[in-house]
């Protein structure tokens, strides 16, 4: 592993990136990031009261003027919002920064973690299959990721330790 690099967590709402990101950089020595709350910080607001002020659209403005803060960063974790990587050249911008890891799961399972946890506006008054269809969208974004990783039974504890291993087998044979 090389200690420069940073590791960019990506997937879905309640995919679990923020309790793996902690713990994983907590585990590896390093500092934990996360995008929302950089936007949370600079703007002074919630995410929630960003999307009823601006809506979805200003908070992606501000998703993207992050990435010049994110270039500046080394050897940190990075979780990014579920919507981050999916704008058309994302995936390679990230890419860029680091070893991307897409945290994959069943979107039943994703869906009922994003449900009990967070308030999050990407859910609000949407049928179930409303949001099945965004996740299915998202998919060919979070597939261009370095590694993936199925977590869907799995702990954080366990989903940690698999990145661990995951990023020492990679980091012998690159
Ligand atoms: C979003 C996911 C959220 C947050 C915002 C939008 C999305 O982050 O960035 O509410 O579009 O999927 P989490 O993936 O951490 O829930």
Known sequence: ??????????????????????????????????????????????????????????????EADLLELLRLKRGEVIATGGGFPCREGRMETLKALGTVIWLAGEFE???????????????????KEEVAALCRAREPFYRQAHLALETTGLGVDQVVRRIVSLLRSRARVG
């Open 109 to 127: 399972a994703l869906y009922e973690r994003a449900l009990r946890s967070g308030s999050r506006p990407m859910l609000d008054g949407k049928p």
């Open 1 to 62: 592993m090389d200690g420069g690099e940073n590791i960019v967590l990506i997937g879905f709402m309640g995919a679990g990136k923020s309790s793996v990101g902690r713990l994983l950089a907590k585990r590896l020595g390093r500092c934990f990031v996360e995008t929302d709350d950089l936007i949370v910080a600079k703007e002074g607001r919630s995410i929630p009261e960003i999307f009823a002020t601006g809506g979805e659209a200003r908070f992606r403005e501000l």
